[in-house]
């Protein structure tokens, strides 16, 4: 599975379990880190658990047996999960507003799921 169909299943996880503001920032051409990083929010943790479970959940069907490391744990307002040519953050609102990932990443190219 190459690093576009990765975003497409994670980001229709995501909005599966309601996630919102999602993000897909492509930094193939700026980081040796990743292709896409993939920023959502929760409005609760609950709902941050759920889109977490949903994510390993239907890439586990669609054949990405784990990812390479995942951090956060149930009382976590962030979650990382990190597929090695995808990498998902999971924030609540709040926190998402305060780490502020996409300013951080500017130089990366803000994509939709239908440019993929």
Do not use: P
Request: hydrophobic residues 40%.
């Amino acid at each position: 599975m190459d690093s576009k169909e990765m975003v497409k299943v994670i980001c229709k996880a995501i909005d599966d379990k309601k996630g919102e503001d999602i993000e897909i920032l492509d930094i193939a051409g700026i980081s040796v880190v990743s292709d896409y990083f993939v920023v959502a929010s929760a409005s609760n943790q609950n709902q941050l658990n759920a889109m977490k479970d949903a994510i390993e959940e239907e890439m586990y069907k669609a054949g990405k047996i784990n990812a390479r490391q995942v951090e956060g744990n149930r009382s976590s307002t962030w979650i990382l999960i990190d597929y090695e040519d995808v990498i998902v953050h999971l924030f609540t609102r709040e926190d998402r507003l305060f780490y502020n990932l996409e300013r951080i990443w500017k130089d990366g190219k803000q994509v939709s799921i239908e440019e993929l």
